[in-house]
């Protein structure tokens, strides 16, 4: 059974720091597709950041130069460090990992259909 658990969540002003962590369990991470997602209340949920098997990332434009993510894959745990917070940042951040051909969510070349249950970010100003 595949699980992916994040945690690293929080409140902080703005100009600070946070980094996310997300452990897999049943699933080696480092051979997929991973990528970290977030939602603000009423909002859609957006890619943030992704990194591929290859080790190749990317990231939306509004973390570009502030948010960096990376994998250890002796952890088999993902992370995603979080600088320069910004109120907009304010989200549910969740994990996510590819499940396969029948993954409904798409982002930078990738496909997700395993999920975390997502760690609260608030940045206040």
């Known amino acids: 059974q595949v699980q992916l658990v994040e945690s690293g969540g929080g409140s902080v002003q703005a100009g600070g720091s946070l980094r996310l962590s997300c452990a897999a369990s049943g699933y080696t991470s480092s051979s997929n597709c991973m990528a970290w997602f977030r939602q603000a209340p009423g909002k859609l949920r957006v890619g943030v950041a992704v990194?591929?098997?290859?080790?190749?990332?990317s990231y939306a434009d509004s973390v570009k130069g502030r948010f960096t993510i990376s994998q250890d894959n002796a952890k088999n745990t993902l992370y995603l460090q979080m600088n320069s917070l910004k109120p907009e940042d304010t989200a549910m951040y969740y994990c996510?990992?590819?499940?396969?051909?029948?993954?409904?969510?798409?982002?930078?070349?990738?496909?997700?259909?395993?999920w975390g249950q997502g760690t609260q970010v608030t940045v206040s100003s």
């Open positions: 996510a990992g590819r499940a396969g051909p029948y993954d409904k969510t798409w982002y930078a070349g990738c496909t997700f259909g395993y």
């Open positions: 990194i591929r098997p290859d080790g190749t990332t």
